[in-house]
């Protein structure tokens, strides 16, 4: 019998409606100037996302309004990390992001939240590169967030921070190749990570591997809210793990979103 992960009261996210999102530069390997997205069907697509966290994996949404000049502000994945009163403000690698920080700092800070933000020249994408998994916070660097931001965050949040190396340009941050399932159980796609991270994940976690295709369909870049899983289209093998596992998978279009390189996850940051 497949062992059922245990119910978690209720998940808190922070998103923000695609009111002005496009595609303005190219800052990925995924986003490409002659491949724009439709907005008014992402518009549909984030509607339904928001449909699904909210009705059918019973998540708690609240919204930041999205600022003209700011197409990537949709990703709020990125604003920081959360964890109890203490909000750490991203500071992005690239000067086309950077003119969110001060925005997401006054939504920070307007929730009450204490703000922190990174020591100087240290780069940090927030939930993008870190994630908690169990008693650790698994952190990516190298292509986004900046090693230094490892120590600033186990600093101020107390916590054991296992730093792992992202290897491959299409899979720039943590959250596009790794996803915690529970306490003890991470799915990622080997494939982006150096040898060594591979073995830390291992080490620490039961595994499930994603495998290139639906890799590239961005499989990890799912939002988890108890056993539900909300994960992007075309990712039936990973679906099936899923299921194996106990979880239920719900699976949404996300085509106009993975042009700029994000999908379900990108779209959320957890309140935590
Ligand atoms: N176009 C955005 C960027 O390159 C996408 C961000 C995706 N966010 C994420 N958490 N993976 O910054």
């Not at 949040?157 to 290897?167: G, K, M, N, P, Y």
Request: with cysteine; aromatic share 10%.
């Amino acid at each position: 019998m497949s062992q059922l992960p245990s119910q978690s009261v209720s998940t808190r996210v922070m998103m923000c409606a695609p009111t002005f999102y496009g595609l303005e530069y190219e800052i990925n390997p995924w986003m490409r100037l002659e491949n724009r997205p439709d907005t008014a069907l992402a518009m549909r697509q984030w509607d339904n996302l928001f449909h699904v966290l909210n009705m059918e994996a019973g998540a708690d949404i609240s919204l930041i309004p999205q600022v003209e000049g700011c197409p990537d502000m949709v990703f709020t994945a990125n604003a920081g990390l959360t964890k109890g009163d203490c909000a750490l403000l991203a500071s992005f690698r690239h000067p086309q992001r950077a003119l969110e920080e001060p925005y997401f700092a006054e939504w920070f800070t307007q929730q009450g939240y204490t703000v922190h933000t990174p020591p100087e020249g240290c780069k940090f994408e927030g939930e993008g590169d870190a994630l908690f998994a169990g008693p650790n916070l698994l952190a990516g660097y190298l292509k986004r967030s900046d090693i230094c931001s490892h120590r600033w965050m186990a600093d101020i949040l107390s916590t054991t921070v296992l730093s792992l190396e992202l290897a491959d340009d299409r899979w720039y941050h943590l959250d596009t190749c790794l996803l915690p399932l529970d306490q003890h159980r991470v799915a990622f796609y080997p494939g982006a990570f150096d040898e060594y991270a591979q073995t830390v994940i291992r080490h620490h976690y039961e595994t499930i591997e994603v495998e290139l295709e639906e890799a590239l369909r961005f499989a990890c870049n799912a939002v988890v809210a108890g056993n539900t899983v909300v994960l992007p289209t075309g990712c039936p093998h990973f679906e099936t793990e899923l299921r194996n596992c106990g979880f239920t998978p719900l699976a949404v279009d996300m085509s106009e979103f993975l042009k700029s390189g994000g999908a379900a996850k990108c779209l959320t940051l957890l309140l935590n």
